[in-house]
Nanobody, 126 residues
């Protein structure tokens, strides 16, 4: 079984920063990509960022470009999300996800990711 465990969420004022971490454990799996999604109350889960593990290429959703940075530590099988210049609209539960089978592109669809963490709350106050 593959487990993804997020950490680093919390409450921050607008303009502040947070760094999320996601550690993978359990059985070995073919890690094509790892990404972050978020879900605000009453809204659908939406793509935030993803990184192709082997070539370190990343993709970002437009609302977070130039504010968020996804990175990975290959040795520790951990993916990070550095979030700067946070806005109240960034408030959501943030989920880590892992894609095992390549779809040929960096997928933004939740259904393309096979494994999920339990989520970590990020709250940005105005």
């Amino acid at each position: 079984q593959v487990q993804l465990v997020e950490s680093g969420g919390g409450l921050v004022q607008a303009g502040g920063s947070l760094r999320l971490s996601c550690a993978a454990s359990g059985r070995p799996f073919r890690r094509n990509a790892m990404g972050w999604f978020r879900q605000a109350p009453g809204k659908e889960r939406e793509f935030v960022a993803s990184i192709i593990w082997s070539i370190n290429i990343a993709k970002y959703a437009d609302p977070v470009k130039n504010r968020f940075t996804i990175s990975r530590d290959n040795a520790k099988t951990t993916v990070f999300l550095q979030m700067n210049s946070l806005k109240p609209e960034d408030t959501a539960v943030y989920y880590c996800a892992a894609e095992e089978e390549s779809k040929g592109v960096i997928s933004t669809r939740p259904d393309d990711y096979e494994y999920w963490g339990q989520g970590t709350q990020v709250t940005v106050s105005s």
